[in-house]
């Protein structure tokens, strides 16, 4: 379903005395209390919502809308100094945690109205039992394509699993080749176990197999060039990621980020060849893809903050707990869990839609990612 803005002769009329209610539903509070909600009253007095019927989403801005990030808990069994502080995080009760039975419900709801891609992030989604479960659910519903976000220290166990039930292809996490500092940014991990992992993806064929890598100076920035050259001669695709700095700084380690621009120089002048221009891997969101003369995987560069690509931002997220995220770095969020689990009489499918409407209605145009001290959770807690 497209959601467009064009202009009506009667937009006025949702304006009109008694009917207040018939807009101001539309938007999430949070939008009332920032004040927003004017901008939208004007918005629509000289323009509609109206749907299509090929089944496309798109936002006020005009972007379309297809891509669902879904964060199956708030767990991790790592403590990176870049996400969390030593002693993790409040944690979610159980029962405050959607359901698989409720997450594919969200899911359904959400392919009517034109998503086609689903990543399973969390928290780190494989401490999570049966996840095989989910992912075969997913896979039934026909999405055009199936990801996982997982910091690989597990994969070993379950790729093969995975692969069989219908997941696609891996993004793994690995910010440093180098056992101490591996241990020194994960806090808890091994190298051993995350480089298993990638292999087993591999082996598997949950492909293409994305590392990626969150630049930070001081801790791996001489690193780059080495990951780089990973790509020379295994099929992986990696993916250096400007540091964003999510949630609240309390109790966190001190941690700059890299231009992306700085990381490419360093890699230039060590890859043989150079970098030239590539055509991205599936699924490839939105890295600039380059290659090195001969590789095998290409490299990708995202630039959050250097070169923020807002404008052509196609994604929302659900969290854990059931709330839709319109901006990994905007507090506005759209309630389902609270639809899913009423007793009230009526379509809860019909509910969920709405909420999906609000919350792509809510989306803003850029990030705030320089405002951190307005950001009430973490990245763990949000979904990755």
Request: contains cysteine; aromatic residues 4%; charged residues 25%.
């Amino acid at each position: 379903m497209v959601l467009r803005i064009s202009a009506s002769p009667n937009a006025e009329s949702v304006l009109l005395p008694g009917k207040r209610s018939s807009w101001k539903r539309l938007f999430p509070p949070d939008l009332e209390r920032e004040g927003l909600i004017c901008v939208f009253r004007r918005l629509l007095i000289s323009s509609r919502v109206t749907a299509a019927k090929d089944n496309r989403m798109n936002d006020r801005f005009g972007r379309e809308i297809n891509y669902l990030r879904v964060s199956v808990t708030d767990r991790c069994n790592l403590r990176c100094v870049y996400c969390m502080p030593p002693e993790g995080v409040p944690l979610l009760r159980h029962e405050d945690i959607l359901r698989y039975e409720e997450i594919l419900t969200v899911l359904a709801a959400a392919k009517k109205m034109g998503i086609s891609h689903v990543r399973i992030t969390g928290g780190e989604p494989l401490v999570r039992k049966d996840l095989d479960h989910l992912v075969r659910g997913i896979a039934a519903m026909g999405f055009e394509d199936i990801s996982m976000t997982t910091n690989g220290t597990l994969l070993a166990g379950y790729a093969q699993i995975l692969k069989e039930a219908g997941l696609i292809r891996v993004n793994v996490s690995l910010d440093s080749l180098r056992p101490d500092r591996f241990s020194k940014i994960t806090r808890t991990g091994r190298i051993e176990d995350a480089l298993a992992g990638i292999q087993a993806a591999v082996r598997a064929g949950l492909e293409p197999v994305k590392v990626n890598v969150v630049v930070m100076a001081g801790w791996n920035l001489d690193e780059v060039a080495d990951m780089a050259r990973l790509t020379l001669n295994l099929p992986v695709h990696v993916r250096f990621i400007e540091y964003m700095p999510i949630g609240p700084s309390d109790g966190m380690e001190e941690v700059s980020g890299v231009s992306s621009d700085l990381i490419m120089a360093e890699i230039s002048k060590t890859v043989p060849g150079g970098l030239e221009v590539s055509t991205a891997p599936s699924g490839a969101g939105p890295a600039r893809t380059y290659r090195a003369a001969g590789a095998k995987g290409t490299i990708g560069f995202i630039s959050a903050m250097s070169k923020p690509f807002c404008d052509s931002c196609n994604r929302l997220r659900l969290t854990p707990d059931g709330k839709l995220r319109p901006c990994l770095a905007s507090a506005i969020e759209v309630d389902v869990k609270e639809i899913l689990r009423s007793s009230r009489q009526g379509s809860k499918m019909r509910e969920i839609e709405e909420a999906f409407r609000r919350a792509i209605l809510s989306k803003p145009g850029a990030h705030e990612l320089w405002d951190r001290e307005s950001q009430a959770r973490r990245m763990c807690q949000i979904g990755g």
